[in-house]
C-alpha cells in the first residue's frame, strides 16, 4: 500500500477532489480546498462537525490517495506523553543495569556515566505515533482523533509538535522531522469542549456540515452498494428532511449508510412506516427522538416524501399533487 | 493590491469581532495564492479555512465575505494587480459598504463564542417587535460597578471559600508518596544511583471539574443575580474553567466577558449580552435549551453545574421535570443554589422547586441573601457529604 516512492502531491483542488472521489470519498468543493491548502501550506488541517459526518473518513481517504501511512492517535481524558509520543522501554532499561551489576561495571563514576547514556539510547526509545510521524522518510498523515476528549494539558503538549514539527525528550534531546517528510496533520473534534485558540491558531479550520442531497445520495451509492437506487433515494430525502427536526441528536452520515444497509439486509425496497419504525435504532441513538419519531412523526414525513416525489415526477396526475 | 484587500478585509472581520490578527493575513494571503483567483468559492473556502475558528463564526464570516468581495470587478482587478510591478490603488469603491457592515456588526462582544453569529440580527429584530411574549419584559442589565469593598470580598470569596463541589479524580497521573509505581521515574533515579533501587509513586489526580454556572436572572432573582455575577466573575478569574450561562427568558453565555480581568468591565459587557434581565422565567424550556445546544459541549468531562434559581416556575406537562431528568444524564452533580429561602423551614411549593429538587445533588438553600459575606457563609456551611 505505502509505495516507496513520494507521490507528485496534488496541484489543484480538482485534484484533491479526484483524488480522494478515487478512494470513494466524496467531498464537497469548499472541504478540498481545506485540504489542498492543508497540503500546500503544511498546516494541520482542523475539522470540527458533529458526530458521524466523515471526519475520520477524511484523513483515512487522504492516505491512501497520498499513499501514505496513517498514524492515528485516538484522544481520551488522561491521555500523555507515553501513550502518544514516546515510552522508554523500562524492562529492557533495567535488565541493562542487572547486567551492568553483574559485570561489576558500575563501581567508578565513568562506567555509571556510560551507563547512564547507554540506558537512555535512541534503542531504548518505544516510539508512539506522535514521535513516528517525525521519524519517517516520507511524510505520513498524522490523524489526532477526537481532539476534544483529550484535556487541556494535551493540547499544549501538541503545540510543540504541530507548530515546529518537533518533539522535546527531556533525557535524549530534540526530535525533529525532515523538512519534506514533515507529517500531514489531520486533527478531529466532535466539540464536546472548545480547543484551545493558540492550537486553533496554528491549524486551518474547516466545519464539515451534513451534505446536501444530491451529495449524500453519492455517498449512499457508493458505501451502500447493494441498496436499490429507488431506496437510496427516498433513504436519502427521510434522513435529509429528519434533521430539519428538532432532535436531540440528528443522524449523521454514517448513520445513513448504516441504515440504508440495514433496511438491504431486511430486504426492504422502499420505506414504509413498519419497516421505518423497526429500524430506527439504527438511525437515532437518543431515546427522546425515537419516542418522538414513533409517536406519529413518521407516517407523517413518509406521506410527506411520497407527496414531494409525485409532485416531482413528470407523469404524475394533477390530483395526486399536493 | 491584493493585501490591501486582504489586510482591509482582515480589519472588517476583526471590527466585526473575529480575533484575526497578523498572522492569519499572511497566512489568507498564502493561501489565496495557492488556490489562484479564478474560483470565487475556491478563495472563499481558503479565506475562511485559515480566518475562522469555530462553527459559529462562519455566517458572519460568509456575510462579510459576500458584502466585501461583491464587486465582481474586483476579482478580476485583484488577478491583475497579482502580476507584479502593477500598483493600483484600492478599491474605494467597496468601502463604505465594509465600514458599515463593520459598524453593523460591531456590537458584538470580541471572539464571542458564545452566540450565534447571527445574533445581531436576531437583537434588532428583537427589539423592534416587542410581541415576542407579554410575560417577557426586556431590560438591560443594570449593574451598578462594584464598590471597592466588594470587590475584595468577591475576590476573598473566590479564592478563599471552598466550591461545594466533590473533586473529581483524573486520569492523568502525578507523583506522589505512595500510589502506583512510576516505572519511568524509578528509572531515572535509578540511573543516577545503580546501586540503589527506591521505587517511585504516581497516582491519578484529583482536581476540582469544570464548573458550569447556570444563573437565573430573571426579575424574581434581581438582587442575588448582581451578587452572583461579581462571585462568578471573582470565580473564573481564579479558576479558568467556569463557564456562566444566565437564563431567564432565553440562555446567554457570557463566560467570555466574565473572563475580563477589571470586573466593571466584565460586568458591562455581560450586561450587554444580557437581554432578559430582571424578565420573566421559563427554567423548563432554557433548561431544554441547554441541555439541547450546550450540554454535550460544557459537561464532558465530569463538569459540576452550579444552578443557581429560586425555581419560581411552573411545571407544565412535566416539561420542567423531563428537562431536569435530561440534565441530571449530562452532568456529574448539580448543587442547587437557592437563594431566595426567607425561612428556615423549607417547604418545596412551588411546581418548580418540586420538579427540580429530586434531580439535584446538593441542595443550598441560602437565606437572606443580602450580601456577598451572606453566600460565603453558605457556601461554607454547606455539608461535605454529597447528598
Known sequence: MISPTALPPPRSVDDVVAALAAENYVADRRLATSVYLALTLKRPLFVEGEPGVGKTELAKALARALQAMLLRVQCYEGLDVAQTAYEWNVARQMMEIRLAEAAHDVGDAASRERLARSLYARSMLIERPLLQALTQERSPVLLIDELDRADEPFDAFLLEVLAENQLTIPELGTVRAAPDAAPIVVITSNRTREIHDALKRRCLYHWVDYPDLDRELEIVRIRAPGAPERLAAQVVAFVQRMRTLDLFKAPGIAETIDWSNALVALNAFSLAPDNVRDTLGVLLKHRDDIAKMQGGDVTKLLAELQATARGEAPRAAPADAR | MLADNVVHF??????????????????????????????????????????????????????????????????????????????????????????????????????????????????????????????????????????????????????????????????????????????????????????????????????????????????????????????????????????????????????????????????????????????????????????????????????????????????????????????????????????????????????????????????????????????????????????
Open chain 2, 10 to 387: 482582515a480589519r472588517v472581520l476583526r471590527h466585526a469581532g473575529l480575533a484575526v490578527g497578523p498572522d492569519r493575513v499572511l497566512a489568507a494571503l498564502e493561501a489565496i495564492e495557492a488556490v489562484g483567483l479564478a474560483r470565487r468559492d475556491d478563495v472563499h473556502a481558503a479565506l475562511s479555512a485559515v480566518m475562522i475558528d469555530r462553527h459559529e463564526q462562519q455566517a458572519l464570516f460568509d456575510d462579510a465575505f459576500a458584502a466585501f468581495w461583491r464587486d465582481p470587478k474586483l476579482l478580476e482587478r485583484m488577478m491583475a494587480e497579482l502580476l507584479p510591478k502593477i500598483s493600483g490603488r484600492g478599491d474605494r469603491a467597496n468601502k463604505p459598504r465594509s465600514h458599515r457592515l463593520a459598524n453593523a456588526l460591531a456590537p458584538t462582544p470580541v471572539g464571542d463564542a458564545a452566540r450565534p453569529a447571527r445574533q445581531p440580527d436576531d437583537q434588532i429584530e428583537f427589539e423592534t417587535s416587542f410581541a415576542f411574549s407579554d410575560r417577557e419584559r426586556l431590560q438591560r442589565a443594570d449593574f451598578e460597578s462594584m464598590t471597592a469593598a466588594e470587590f475584595e470580598l468577591a475576590k476573598k470569596l473566590a479564592e478563599e471559600v471552598p466550591l461545594p463541589f466533590a473533586p473529581v479524580r483524573r486520569r492523568r497521573h502525578e507523583a506522589s508518596a505512595r500510589g502506583r509505581i512510576d516505572l519511568r521515574a524509578t528509572m531515572l533515579a535509578m540511573a543516577r544511583q545503580p546501586e540503589t533501587l527506591v521505587p517511585r509513586f504516581s497516582r491519578a489526580r484529583s482536581e476540582l471539574p469544570t464548573i458550569v454556572v447556570l444563573l437565573d436572572v430573571s426579575g424574581s432573582m434581581d438582587r442575588y443575580a448582581r451578587l452572583m455575577l461579581h462571585y462568578v466573575h471573582g470565580l473564573t478569574r481564579r479558576y479558568l474553567k467556569v463557564h456562566t450561562l444566565t437564563f431567564g427568558t432565553r440562555l446567554t453565555n457570557i463566560t467570555r466577558a466574565l473572563r475580563h480581568r477589571d470586573p466593571d468591565l466584565a460586568l458591562e459587557l455581560a450586561s450587554a449580552q444580557v437581554q432578559d434581565w430582571k424578565g420573566g422565567t421559563r427554567i423548563a424550556s432554557c433548561l431544554d435549551d441547554f441541555n439541547r445546544h450546550w450540554a454535550r459541549r460544557l459537561l464532558g468531562a465530569n463538569a459540576a453545574l452550579l444552578l443557581v434559581t429560586d425555581g419560581l416556575d411552573r411545571d407544565e406537562h412535566g416539561e420542567l421535570t423531563r428537562a431536569a431528568e435530561q440534565l441530571r444524564l449530562f452532568a456529574r452533580q448539580i448543587v442547587w443554589l437557592n437563594p431566595l429561602l426567607r425561612f428556615d423551614r423549607f417547604e418545596p411549593r412551588a411546581g418548580g422547586v418540586r420538579a427540580l429538587l429530586p434531580h439535584v445533588d446538593r441542595f443550598l438553600p441560602v437565606h437572606n441573601l443580602a450580601s456577598l459575606a451572606d453566600l460565603g457563609a453558605a457556601l461554607r456551611s454547606a455539608p461535605d457529604a454529597r447528598r
